[in-house]
Each structure stands twice: as structure tokens, then as C-alpha cells.
């Protein structure tokens, strides 16, 4: 089973500024079979990036995703008040079709 | 949309089925997921079922106690959840899968319905 590390736990920035989030996974990532979620309080998850790299419909362009193997990078260009929340990496693409989660890093106000 | 119903106190030891209704997409042609999140805790992946009910998958800790399902004719997702544990307290989601086998991304998710384990 893969086991993905995220880290840093919590981030503090001031709008504006840069967010780079990173998620590890214990084994490789076949095909980058990588996604990231967005969760704000009270919500459910929104589905923000899929293949490590590509965008999900609607998402801004200011949220990007980079990363291989076993190193995989969420980048928020300029973070927006709305942007403050958890974000959750999450494998998926095995057979059986099992998914795991990261453990979440919340980018919160400084 | 995905619209989750039937959380609710329940006593350990005893069960709860959980429904997940969907509309505004070809609910038969995709895989679904039940994904849990405790109290203050994250994600967790709990279960999955093909677009055709051929095949489902579980998370260990509830094998043997919990059966996933889904009536294609009413486009509806079950979560039947027996001998529940203080454990299984948590918002329960449904999440649709990009693909119909389920080893996709989950791409819409609904609102999740609160399931409390507690005597």
C-alpha cells in the first residue's frame, strides 16, 4: 500500500504570497496517477488537479501541479483570501482500484 | 449532484444505510466511492463500486461490516454499515469517479451526511 507524507502540516502566508505544498509517496506514483483537493471548513473536497499536472475544469490557473515518481508539488502563484484551507493529495490509478489519501496541509493566514 | 441522506445516532453495535442519490450525469456509466472524514481528521477512502456493480473494493478496517451497492435504474449509491463501531464516526461523502472501473480521480463529491456512533 502507498503511503503519501504531506507536508508542510500548516502553512502561514499573507495574501499574495507563494504556497508550495508537497505530498511524498512511499512507493512510485504509476503514470502520476497524483490528484489535489481543496477542503474548506464545513465542505466538501473540490477537486483541483488530476495526472500531478492538470488542471480540473474551472480551476484558476494559479494553482499548479508538478512532480513524478514519488515527489509531487501543489503551487498556489499568489494566494487569494478564498485560497486559505486544507489541501489533500491523493493517489489513485492501482488495480484494485483502492485510493489513499495524504494526511492534509492547511494554508492558513498569517 | 451528488445529495447523501440517512446519517444519523446510532448505538455501536447496530446499523445504518446510507444513500447517495445522483443526477446531471450518466450515473451507469461510473465508478463510485464512499470517502469518510472523521471529526477534525482527514480523508479516508472507505469503499468503491464499478459502473456496473461487477466489482467492489473496502478499506480493511470495514470489510465483512460494510457493503457497498447501487441501483443504476434510480441512479442511487448504497452504504449498507452493520456492527458499527465508535470508530465509524464521521461525515460520510459520495464521490464520483472519472472512470467506470473506480481506479480514476474522484471529480464530484456531495455534501456528506454525518454518521455518530455512540451509546
Known amino acids: 500500500e502507498i503511503v503519501l507524507t504531506q507536508s508542510p502540516g500548516t502553512l502561514s502566508l499573507s495574501p499574495g504570497e507563494r504556497a508550495t505544498l508537497s505530498c511524498r509517496a512511499s512507493?512510485?506514483?504509476?503514470?502520476?496517477?497524483l490528484a489535489w483537493y481543496q477542503q474548506k471548513p464545513g465542505q466538501a473536497p473540490r477537486f483541483l488537479i488530476y495526472g500531478a499536472s492538470t488542471r480540473a475544469t474551472g480551476i484558476p490557473d494559479r494553482f499548479s501541479g508538478s512532480g513524478s515518481g514519488t515527489d509531487f508539488t501543489l503551487t498556489i502563484s499568489r494566494l487569494e483570501p478564498e485560497d486559505f484551507a486544507v489541501y489533500y493529495c491523493q493517489q489513485y490509478g492501482r488495480s484494485p482500484p483502492k485510493i489513499t489519501f495524504g494526511g492534509g496541509t492547511k494554508v492558513e493566514i498569517k | 449532484q451528488l445529495v447523501e441522506s440517512g446519517g444519523g445516532v446510532v448505538q455501536p453495535g447496530r446499523s445504518l444505510r446510507l444513500s447517495c442519490a445522483a443526477s446531471?450525469?450518466?450515473?451507469?456509466?461510473?465508478?463510485i466511492h464512499w470517502v469518510r472524514q472523521a471529526p477534525g481528521k482527514g480523508l479516508e477512502w472507505v469503499a468503491v463500486?464499478?459502473?456496473?456493480?461487477?466489482?467492489?473494493y473496502y478499506v480493511d478496517s470495514v470489510k465483512g461490516r460494510f457493503t457497498i451497492s447501487r441501483d443504476n435504474s434510480k441512479n442511487t449509491l448504497f452504504l449498507q454499515m452493520n456492527s458499527l463501531i465508535t470508530e465509524d464516526t464521521a461525515i460520510y461523502y459520495c464521490?464520483?469517479?472519472?472512470?467506470?472501473?473506480?481506479?480514476?480521480?474522484?471529480?464530484?463529491w456531495g455534501q456528506g451526511t454525518l454518521v455518530t456512533v455512540s451509546s
Open positions: 464521490a464520483k469517479d472519472s472512470r467506470g472501473t473506480g481506479s480514476g480521480a474522484t471529480d464530484y
Open positions: 463500486i464499478s459502473y456496473d456493480g461487477g466489482n467492489e
Open positions: 446531471g450525469f450518466t450515473f451507469s456509466n461510473y465508478g
Open positions: 512507493q512510485s506514483v504509476s503514470s502520476n496517477y
